[in-house]
């Protein structure tokens, strides 16, 4: 019910955040006091999920095996322990780490449940990428409980898991596009095709080396790090532009899909190592 793969992913980008921000003096301690907080907030937000997606996870088959659905949890439960755990979260946030992460936290999950889950996924093709303000903001809370405030590099690690998002969450969409079609999500495959959702892909994924790279310029990270997100970001934009014109093939689909994946995790994996 709490999604461990995405709170996993999240909790990622807190730790670099905070290793970026921590500017050379790494607080362990401090570490582990935002991801309690951060982690319940992202936990809380996916069960709460659960039951604002009750009417439509029973249509998909990617989905219909959640707890709700499956009739071994009922929305009440999960509303109950959601709710606790956000609230649990942001508290904790709030007075053992700072209350400019805890309000990020707060801004977070407001988009991630209402904005996205309630409104945009269910009306319009922008979901996806409105959608992704929401999971932009675990590196900025991250950064903030290390510096404190609201400063540039965090500006740009937020940018950056925005734009990341996008080709993702397409790429799964089109893997599981006769799920979306059969719930009535209007996905951008479902609403515009497949041509058109190669293109956007590969304008986001277009600029994601350039934005990776802002961190280096502003003497966030080391050559070491720069390197890293060249290589990644050749290999990623390559892969996408086989996308713009070569026919439709379920393979690429699947590799842009697990490749995003790999991405993020080395790039975040690699701010962490060669942070200066």
């Known amino acids: 019910m709490t999604k461990p793969g995405i709170t996993f992913s999240n909790l990622l980008a807190v730790i670099a955040g905070f290793r970026l921000g921590s500017e050379g003096f790494l607080s362990w301690g401090g570490m582990l006091e935002v991801c309690l907080g951060a982690g319940w907030v992202i936990a ?5 999920n659960h039951a604002v ?3 439509i996870d029973p249509l998909m088959e990617r989905t219909r095996h959640r707890p709700i659905p499956r009739g ?3 929305v009440q439960t999960a509303v109950g322990f959601g709710t606790l755990l956000l609230a649990a979260g942001l508290v904790w946030l709030f007075f053992a780490v700072n209350p400019l992460s805890a309000g ?14 309630m409104w945009l996924k269910r009306v319009s093709i922008w ?3 409105v959608g992704g303000i929401s999971g932009a903001v675990p590196p900025v809370i991250g950064w903030t409980a290390a510096a404190g405030s609201l400063d540039a590099p965090a500006i740009v690690l937020f940018f950056l898991l925005f ?3 996008p080709p993702h969450f397409y790429a799964l969409a089109m893997i599981r596009q006769r799920d979306y079609a059969n719930a009535g999500i209007p996905m951008l495959p479902v609403q515009k095709g497949s041509r058109v959702t190669r293109r956007h892909i590969f304008f986001f994924v277009s600029l994601l080396l350039p934005v990776s790279l802002m961190l280096h310029t ?9 390197w890293i997100a060249i290589g990644l970001g050749i290999l990623y934009g390559w892969w996408s532009a086989r996308g713009l014109w070569g026919p439709e093939d379920p393979g690429w689909t699947r590799k842009m899909f697990r490749y995003s994946l790999v991405y993020l995790t080395v790039l975040l ?3 962490m190592a060669f942070a200066t």
């Open 44 to 48: 809380g937000s996916c069960a709460l």
């Open 53 to 55: 997606d009750r009417d």
């Open 72 to 74: 071994s949890l009922s």
């Open 104 to 117: 990020l936290a707060g801004v977070g999950a407001v988009f991630y449940l209402v904005v996205y889950s």
């Open 127 to 129: 979901n996806t990428v």
């Open 163 to 165: 734009l990341w998002q």
């Open 218 to 226: 502003m003497g966030e990270v080391t050559d070491a790090y720069a």
């Open 269 to 271: 994996s690699a701010m």
